[in-house]
């Protein structure tokens, strides 16, 4: 097939648009002769050398067939010409989600968009691509991006076109990427394989080392790259350096809640990567628990973020951060070790008393099998009974054959039910510990903190604040939110677990994950490979968030981790990403500022009214007039106060605005309007945004309110308003500096 020469400093669209067209038809036509000649019944039956080679022949058969189907309606995304540096050929690469060879087509007839020379399509100023045989020094000319639907060419854009050998640089986007950005939502996170921004690969592909930690600004696009950077580990045309590829069944995502999963659960189904399991991390732990635990319905740590009469206070924050760090692990550890030694003494000092007749050698020898075998104090324990208990057995049959035993009727299940009573009786100062009650135990008591804890970490005031914190043993299987990891460290460290085991961990916004909930999925991951996306200017959780990266990247091989920092934020528009920076001005810097996309649009409205009715009414208005425009598909209403939510929600439903949801925690959104307290839709966003009730006496001068309201506003991709009543929130920006 002949390709256009795209070497020229001006050229006719037209015939640069047919010259594609006539491609894309050609290219159509060969993938349905390939359908039509894989469809056609085999004249010779396949054979094979048993059933089960002949099935796997059949089904790689099936597979290239589906992939053919799925191909045909968009081939192609993307174009790239480029010049070998070496010998000085210049060539055509078409790139697609799939790569496709056809019969009597060269290799590489449409490249997959993991393939390594499908660099130079997301990196067009770089002048190289490491392939399998080595770095390969190439200059890009030409990248081009198709908008193809139903196997028709619709457009194209010429993101980069140069003269032959010339200078120059590659837009900061493309009309395909600008008309994507402005469209309304589709109420789900969108496949960008065909956009992806040469700063977001070099984070899909940043494969060097296993741990990558992405600082993203709000909407950055952390989300696509933490699922295209599994689609990209997966797949055998990457090249993922000296560790081990995962399998897609052993790769786990942990979002922030049901709905943020729900919003980014078809993207990796649209890239053809199935089975990659999905969860929060309070989900994940409570299944991971050898007893049923539950979450504490008493537990207001949650609620009291936001309450401006009894917030949580500094010391408080400190307790419950204690919990969820590297210092509760190492008093557990001292608790657990301590516990195993003090057994193990007593052990050591029984005095002719060993079960089922053995000698002291003989049952030290057992007792050291045991720890050696499961160093988790209940686990060696019901190890050890099981050993004794099997002694008892065989050394009963043992009698029974030789005529020395009247246990003729006993079965050897009887006899080892025998054996551990008596095992058990002889050890009755060796008792099963009950995590939860050992947990609760340890955390309730001052001196018991203060006794485990290593000696520089607490003081008696903050053993006694992390006292006052604990669940209470009256709440039965019940344990409060920052409890749970460290009950859960505190239950392996007793019992162990057998649970599944992983080679890639997701985590999105990870800035909100305590670095022991981290430390738990290190500890179930085989490979030590990970992914951590977050923004530390969204870190709201204050009573388990982490203040640098360093937290969690310390618990990792530090030649093993890579860090990478994404500024360029494409959810919002210009004014509306300005705006949001403006809120944040004067609080610490712990990131770069975000940089807004080139994307123009309104200017944030403000508006005040007289009284909360009228701000009610003032909002349903603003819903009923945002409904009418075409970017617009669904509108979230974000409120500080759950009550306020409430209050708003029923006044949309009594002026007749339909399909409105009242959002609430753990919660699938089911409509295109919402109301929903903001801390609720980390990670989600929304054609227009409405923040509710932003006055003096709601938001203060606080880093925590200036964060929360940050997090509102970036949530907007098109339209954000600002409702209040009263007087304005001095965290509040004017626009009236916001370009136009």
């Not at 008493?298 to 419950?320: C, G, S």
Request: glycine share 6%.
């Amino acid at each position: 097939m002949t390709q256009p020469n795209a070497n020229q400093d001006t050229y006719d669209r037209q015939s640069e648009f047919q010259i594609e067209e006539q491609h894309l038809e050609d290219v159509v036509g060969l993938i349905d002769g390939a359908i039509q000649q894989k469809e056609a019944p085999r004249t010779i039956p396949i054979t094979a050398g048993h059933t089960k080679a002949a099935d796997s022949v059949k089904a790689m058969a099936k597979a290239a067939l589906e992939d053919l189907r799925a191909a045909r309606s968009r081939p192609f995304f993307g174009r790239i010409d480029y010049t070998d540096s070496q010998n000085g050929d210049t060539r055509t690469i078409y790139i697609g989600e799939a790569g496709i060879n056809v019969s009597d087509v060269p290799e590489g007839f449409i490249v997959n968009h993991n393939a390594p020379i499908a660099a130079l399509y997301y990196l067009p100023a770089q002048d190289f691509y490491d392939a399998p045989r080595g770095r390969i020094k190439a200059n890009v000319h030409l990248k081009r991006n198709f908008t193809i639907q139903d196997a028709r060419l619709l457009d194209f854009d010429d993101v980069l076109r140069l003269p032959m050998m010339g200078g120059g640089a590659p837009r900061l986007s493309s009309r395909i990427l600008d008309k994507k950005l402005s469209g309304a939502s589709e109420g789900e996170l969108a496949d960008a394989v065909q956009t992806i921004q040469p700063e977001q690969y070099k984070a899909i592909a940043a494969t060097t080392k296993p741990v990558l930690v992405v600082q993203g600004a709000a909407g950055s696009g952390k989300s696509l790259i933490g699922l295209h950077r599994i689609d990209y580990i997966l797949s055998p045309h990457s090249d993922i350096g000296g560790w081990e590829r995962p399998s897609v069944d052993r790769v786990i995502v942990f979002g922030p809640s049901p709905a943020f999963l729900q919003y980014v659960a078809n993207l990796l189904p649209g890239l053809g990567v199935y089975g990659v399991r999905q969860s929060t991390v309070s989900q994940w732990m409570l299944g991971q628990f050898s007893a049923r635990v539950t979450l504490s319905a008493n537990d207001k740590t949650f609620d009291r973020l936001m309450n401006n009469q009894n917030p949580l206070r500094e010391a408080e924050v400190n307790a419950h951060q204690f919990k969820g760090g590297m210092k509760m692990k190492r008093m557990l550890d001292n608790y657990a070790r301590r516990t195993t030694q003090d057994l193990r003494s007593r052990i050591r000092n029984m005095r002719g008393d060993f079960p089922l007749g053995l000698n002291a050698a003989e049952f030290n020898r057992r007792v050291d099998t045991a720890f050696n075998t499961h160093p988790e104090l209940n686990a060696a324990r019901e190890y050890l009974l099981n050993i004794l208990a099997a002694d008892w057995a065989r050394n009963a049959e043992r009698a029974r054959r030789s005529g020395r035993s009247a246990r003729r009727g006993e079965t050897r299940y009887d006899l080892i039910n025998e054996g551990r009573r008596q095992a058990e009786s002889a050890l009755r100062f060796w008792q099963s510990l009950d995590f939860r009650r050992a947990y609760v135990g340890l955390v309730s008591d001052p001196d018991k903190i203060l006794e485990f804890a290593r000696t520089g970490d607490l003081d008696l005031e903050d053993a006694t604040e992390i006292s006052q914190t604990a669940p209470t043993t009256e709440a039965g299987q019940a344990l409060g939110m920052t409890d749970l990891a460290a009950a859960l460290y505190l239950d392996y460290k007793l019992n162990g677990f057998d649970s599944q085991r992983f080679q890639h961990v997701v985590v999105d916004e990870a800035q909100d994950v305590s670095p022991l909930e981290l430390e738990l999925m290190r500890m179930h991951s085989t490979t030590d490979s990970f992914t951590i996306l977050g923004d530390l200017r969204q870190s709201l959780l204050r009573f388990k968030s982490i203040k640098t990266w360093n937290e969690l990247a310390r618990l990792f091989e530090r030649d093993s981790v890579s860090r990478l920092d994404s500024r360029l934020t494409y959810r919002s528009t210009r004014q509306i990403t300005q705006y949001a920076n403006r809120i944040l001005q004067g609080l610490p810097k712990r990131t770069e500022t975000p940089t807004p996309h080139t994307r123009n649009g309104e200017r944030p409205r403000l508006v005040r009214s007289n009284s909360a009715a009228d701000m009610r009414l003032a909002i349903a208005t603003a819903v009923q007039d945002l409904r009418q425009r075409e970017d617009v598909n669904s509108v979230a209403i974000l409120t500080k106060w759950r009550q306020t939510a409430d209050d708003i929600g029923g006044v949309l439903a009594t002026v007749g605005i339909p399909d409105v949801s009242v959002f609430k925690a753990g919660n699938l959104i089911e409509t295109d309007i919402i109301v929903s307290p903001i801390i609720l839709t980390k990670g989600l966003e929304f054609d227009a945004v409405i923040v509710a009730n932003a006055g003096k006496n709601n938001y203060n001068e606080t880093e925590f309110d200036r964060m929360l309201l940050y997090l509102a506003c970036t949530r907007a991709r098109h339209h954000l308003e600002i409702h209040w009543h009263g007087t304005r929130s001095p965290i509040v920006p004017g626009v009236e500096r916001l370009a136009r």
